[in-house]
Nanobody
């Protein structure tokens, strides 16, 4: 069973919009938090959005007001949908969805990564 499946992303001009999706196997009882990290060229990996098991959302200052995440829950999966508006060249990078388990050592799992390219 694949722990995380990502989709979306692509290429857009500055000012445009894109969206990302992430589906994680598990429930809100077994997943402590989910979100996305961004790896941009020449920069450190950045945590851009987190959704905790109770639904609380936290955004990095760099994306606040432009990115918005929605969570959907089924009996076997927790799904996130990230809407990215007013994209800038600094948003270019590979976006990795992650989940952290709520049991044991809080194991992390990662998606395969999705490329987002914003041209100016």
């Amino acid at each position: 069973q694949v722990p995380l499946v990502e989709s979306g992303g692509g290429a857009v001009q500055a000012g445009g919009s894109l969206s990302l999706s992430c589906s994680a196997s598990g429930t809100t009882d077994t997943i402590k938090r989910m979100g996305w990290y961004r790896q941009s060229p020449g920069k450190q990996r950045e945590l851009i959005v987190t959704v905790t098991s109770d639904g609380a959302k936290t955004y990095a200052d760099s994306v606040k007001g432009r990115f918005s995440v929605v969570r959907g829950v089924t009996s076997k999966t927790v799904n996130l949908y990230l809407s990215m508006l007013h994209l800038q060249s600094d948003d270019t990078g590979i976006y990795y969805c992650y989940k952290q388990g709520s049991t044991g050592s809080g194991q992390m799992a990662w998606g395969q990564g999705t490329q987002v390219t914003v041209s100016s």
